[in-house]
């Protein structure tokens, strides 16, 4: 399993940025794929999810109505846009592979056995 993200960079509160988490490795189109992030010296934080299909997905609270998340299954990507970013959004992000598709109610919940990428920093400041 490899997933390596991209498209993080230092924006202005206000600015917006797209995510790209390319996947290989594996069956991309069988798994639920998640977005979670880290800010310095705070544990992991889950942002958001989408089915198989991408008939489905979930948020946070705090980035709905601001990110979208979308994969293309053809191209074994993931996606997240990220608009009318707040400083508060800066953290490390990075993509997540569920070591098995878990019930979707449960999404949101991080498990040790989770897959991730090594992450892309987004900073927002002015």
């Known amino acids: 399993v490899q997933l390596v993200e991209s498209g993080g960079g230092l924006v202005q509160p206000g600015g917006s940025l797209r995510l790209s988490c390319a996947a290989s490795?594996?069956?991309?189109?069988?798994?639920?794929m998640s977005w979670v992030r880290q800010a310095p010296g705070k544990g992991p934080e889950w942002v958001s999810s989408v089915n198989s299909g991408a008939g489905m997905t979930k948020y946070a609270d705090f980035v709905k109505g601001r990110f979208t998340i979308s994969r293309d299954n053809a191209k074994n990507t993931l996606y997240l846009q990220m608009n009318s970013l707040k400083p508060e959004d800066t953290a490390l992000y990075y993509c997540?592979?569920?070591?098995?598709?878990?019930?979707?109610?449960?999404?949101?919940?991080?498990?040790?056995?989770?897959?991730r990428g090594q992450g892309t920093q987004v900073t927002v400041s002015s």
């Open positions: 997540v592979r569920p070591k098995s598709n878990p019930p979707w109610s449960t999404i949101q919940y991080i498990r040790a056995g989770d897959f």
């Open positions: 490795g594996f069956t991309f189109g069988n798994y639920y």
